[in-house]
């Protein structure tokens, strides 16, 4: 099966555990105003890949990755406006014992039975989840990227009724997703779901503005400063902190 893949990285180290390899998957329907990777979003860009072009490629490095405890992360862009692909990809990942994760924003429509199918498909080659929540309130979040974010947490409390590992991924950008209500929003997710391994933050950065600039796309977030190392370490603590009855 063919892939239009962005990217590769490999040898990631923020993508899951131990270093790994990263696919960057081409197309992405979300808009995230804080989107440092804009040049994924758009279905025609990329280059074209089979699944065993891509395992040859991670056996090359095989070594590091397993030596790590690694594996493979496919990302995005959204890798899962691609699932036929991932399915393949992730079986004949598992066929040669790499490990997989699957980093995704969850925005698939889990009332499709279609989609439900295809999901459980992938789920049995799936290790772990790194699942981005960008913010919990809806109005807010279309404001932020574009869609809703029910289908996120459809997602999220379908990973855990299938208790499939995962790590929350959130997105810290001061002022503008770090309200009560999303912050007591994600602890609570943590809380209530047991196959939450931790709340990830990212901090908010600058080093994808140059894309914007280059695709001519309307920054909106050019005069947002990005927080301190020490108020993501801060955020992450209160975040995986424990919720006390
Ligand atoms: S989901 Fe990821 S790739 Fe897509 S716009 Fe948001 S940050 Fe960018």
Known sequence: MI?????????????????????????CNFRCKFCHNPDTWFKEGGKEYT????????????????KSKG???????EPLLQIDFLIELFKLAKKNNISTALDTAGDIDMESSMCLKKIDELLKYTDLALLDIKEIDEKKHINLTGKSNK???????????????TIIRYVYVKGINDSEETINGLRLIKSNMKNILEIDVLGYHKMGEYKWKELGLNNEFINITPPTSNEVKEIKKYLNSKISN
């Open 151 to 165: 289908n996120t947490i459809k997602f999220a409390e379908y990973l855990n009724k299938k208790n499939i590992q």
């Open 71 to 77: 594996g493979l992360t496919v990302s995005g862009g």
């Open 3 to 27: 892939g239009r893949i962005h990217s590769f990285e490999t040898f990631g180290t923020v993508d899951g555990p131990g270093i790994r390899f990263v696919v960057f998957m081409q197309g």
């Open 51 to 66: 699944e065993e072009e891509i395992i040859n490629e991670i056996n090359k490095y095989r070594v590091y990755y397993d």
